[in-house]
């Protein structure tokens, strides 16, 4: 048991480290109205989906916390939005969500828009007010359009991660 666990975080963290590599090498230079996509928030949104409110939050913070080491912003600021969003995703996903794929898009994009008023939110209440800004609206529009096109294959890729030996789909 205690190897299969090890064998998810191995693969959990992989896929983190990669989706950030390549958001930050790549996917940021893929500017739509000048805003690109937020593929951390996806892997938030499968954690969710994959794993409910309690494991969706948990990962939420660590990934959170990963892109708090490498974006310019309030130290906390991304950790406490994707913690919120990896919850809420969590427990829609209990009432609500069946993970096939329009609906992963679907909540995959609403996500999306809250993570980014989410943080413009927190931001302006530790005194970030440049967050406020037409500009967020923009970025939650972008975010959501990626959301809606790769929510589903976030959702394969962390639910190939988090499952191990015969579990694997």
Known sequence: MSGERSLRLLRISALVIAVLVFQHALFDELRLFDASGDLLVLLVVAAGLTSGPDRGAVAGFAIGLVADLVVVSPFG???????IV??????LRMVAVDPSGVHTSITSALAGVASVLLFVGLGVI???DQYLDRAA?????????WGLILGPWAYRLFNWAATTGSSAR
């Open 126 to 128: 530790v005194g970030q």
């Open 137 to 145: 609206l923009v970025v939650a529009a972008v975010v959501a359009g």
């Open 86 to 91: 990896g919850w809420a995703v969590g427990t």
């Open 77 to 83: 600021l991304w950790v406490l939005t994707y913690t």
